[in-house]
């Protein structure tokens, strides 16, 4: 069945690093893909989103990668900071049935910054 | 931020109990969603309303049901609390004229059924 699921489930990083978090999804037909930031106790923020007709999408200190061959997503964080630490979902978008676009969300990554 | 609002925030109930979970977005969004979500874990969707008088079952099967009255209030009902709806329910709401809808997320809200 269609799936988005993450490689990694836990990733320590030293402060002032940079962090790659990576996805897999399963379904062609995504044409949008979201990463979200979930804090302990907090709803999942938007971080940054990519259209599947791009490769690279930058943000503030993230940047977004898109391999369309193999089905594949990446989030990159730029010196991470001890306030990046935080479970990171990538989430897959497709036309479904109606006008409400669904989201199917991968398993989440833990990122932890280490001092 | 977004300006979406989940209350109560917490909630410790006992079994057999009736319960509502209230959503309420200041956005104007039309389209809004319920997700149940386990700690460290993937959010399932239960629930979604493409807008007033719209309700739609998600791809998570759940007992509890939706109403959508109001375009800003998107409240969840659980008629009979189990303690296998012991979770975390969050509310989101996107735009609908956006070809990339992004889904804000309210705060969430801790439901431990005893």
């Known amino acids: 069945g269609e799936s988005v699921g993450l490689h990694l489930p836990t990733l320590s990083v030293q402060e002032g690093d940079n962090s790659i978090i990576n996805c897999a999804y399963s379904n062609s037909a995504s044409d949008y893909f979201i990463w979200y930031k979930q804090e302990s106790g907090k709803g999942p923020q938007f971080i940054i989103d990519i259209r599947s007709n791009m490769d690279k999408r930058q943000g503030q200190r993230v940047t977004v990668l898109l391999n369309k061959t193999v089905k594949h997503l990446s989030l990159q964080i730029a010196a991470t900071q001890p306030g990046d630490s935080a479970v990171y979902f990538c989430?897959?978008?497709?036309?479904?049935?109606?006008?409400?676009?669904?989201?199917?969300f991968g398993s989440g990554t833990q990122l932890t910054v280490l001092p | 931020e977004a300006d979406i609002y989940q209350t109560p925030r917490y909630l410790v109930i006992g079994t057999g109990k009736k319960i509502t979970l209230e959503c309420s977005q200041t956005m104007g969004h039309d389209k809004m969603y319920w997700y149940q979500q386990d700690p460290g874990m993937e959010l399932h969707l239960i629930h979604y309303?493409?807008?007033?008088?719209?309700?739609e079952k998600g791809d998570l099967s759940s007992e509890s049901t939706v109403s959508r009255i109001r375009t800003e209030h998107f409240p969840l009902t659980l008629e009979s609390a189990r303690p296998s709806h012991t979770s975390q329910y969050l509310c989101?709401?996107?735009?609908?004229?956006?070809?990339?809808?992004?889904?804000?997320f309210g705060p969430g809200t801790r439901l431990l059924v005893l």
């Open positions: 989430a897959e978008t497709r036309i479904s049935s109606g006008s409400a676009r669904q989201l199917t």
């Open positions: 989101a709401s996107s735009e609908s004229y956006r070809i990339q809808e992004t889904q804000y």
């Open positions: 309303s493409y807008g007033v008088n719209s309700t």
